[in-house]
């Protein structure tokens, strides 16, 4: 089993013991709720572990002086963290055409073309695909994260699935 599967499945061990409780108010069970899903997010937008760990590291840390003033400190974590995603990729300052599985590839057997193929989206599609299948947000939810029109966020997913279909028929 790998980090990742881990990281799953301590996410879903969390997710269940929850109970549906309203935690908003206490930033610990905010934080072990929903820590697993957005680094899982964040991996799949910035291609290593450290690098999804560290964003959602400073999402949550910039959140916590405002903590009493979030409304809805979920969709504030979430943009936080794709707008980290976003800062890591302006970083490194090229477009990725190849996925950089570097650290994992080595430790796996198998190659994930799903996921190779999702990374090689540019990066509104990719993180509207990210979003969407891998969050199950709404399209006002990813139209709130990525600060974008409710019409973008259903054309760039109209878009990125023709193109997903291309690439893996």
């Keep these: 089993m790998d980090e990742l599967e881990r990281v799953e499945l301590i996410g879903a061990v969390v997710a269940d013991s929850s109970g549906g409780l309203d935690d908003r108010d206490d930033p610990t069970a905010v934080y072990r709720r929903l820590y697993p899903s957005l680094v899982r997010t964040a991996y799949l937008l910035v291609d290593t572990r450290e690098q999804a760990e560290e964003v959602v590291q400073e999402a949550f840390a910039k959140a916590f002086p405002k903590w009493e003033r979030l409304l809805v400190p979920e969709a504030y974590l979430r943009t936080c963290v794709v707008n980290g995603c976003r800062h890591v990729q302006r970083r490194r300052g090229l477009m990725r055409r190849t996925p950089l599985f570097v650290a994992d590839e080595s430790a796996r057997s198998e190659h994930d073309h799903v996921a190779d193929v999702v990374r090689a989206l540019p990066s509104p599609m990719r993180e ?29 997913l109209h878009r990125a699935r023709a193109r997903l279909k291309e690439e893996l028929s």
């Excluded at 509207?128 to 990813?142: N, S």
Aim: zero cysteines; aromatic letters at 6%.
């Design 128 to 156: 509207a695909v990210v979003l969407r299948y891998y969050l199950q947000a709404t399209d006002q939810e990813i139209a709130d994260a990525l600060k974008i029109a409710l019409g973008t966020v259903k054309s760039t």
